[in-house]
């Protein structure tokens, strides 16, 4: 099993930049296809961006597609997403989420395939 804890989540101004991290604790990060999403009160949850076990895959969003990137280190049991050129409608609590899976490739993008979630930083972009 996997322990998650975001990190870095705050307040910026539209078109600035930030920097999200979620720490894992516990054996085997490098086994967990790993994803963010992000929530606002009274929507579904949105995925953001996956990665797969390696890092050689990923997978965004078409609303975050060349502003953000999402990247791990795999013997810091770490995973980051880079968000820039940020917009008022990026605001929310984003999450990172783990999957245990024997595909070394996959990148998954439902919250269903994600047993596994940290408790979410709030990120607030104004305008």
């Known amino acids: 099993q996997v322990q998650l804890v975001e990190s870095g989540g705050g307040l910026v101004q539209a078109g600035g930049s930030l920097r999200v991290s979620c720490a894992a604790s516990?054996?085997?990060?490098?086994?967990?296809?790993m994803g963010w999403f992000r929530q606002v009160p009274g929507k579904e949850r949105e995925f953001v961006a996956g990665?797969?076990?390696?890092?050689?895959?990923?997978d965004y969003a078409d609303s975050v597609k060349g502003r953000f990137t999402i990247s791990r280190d795999n013997a810091k049991n770490t995973v980051d997403l880079q968000m820039n050129s940020l917009k008022p409608e990026d605001t929310a609590v984003y999450s990172c989420?783990?999957?245990?899976?024997?595909?070394?490739?996959?990148?998954?993008?439902?919250?269903?395939?994600?047993?596994?979630w940290g408790q979410g930083t709030q990120v607030t972009v104004s305008s």
């Open positions: 989420a783990a999957d245990r899976t024997l595909n070394q490739v996959a990148v998954f993008t439902r919250p269903y395939q994600y047993p596994y």
């Open positions: 516990g054996r085997a990060f490098s086994t967990y296809a």
């Open positions: 990665i797969s076990r390696s890092g050689g895959s990923t």
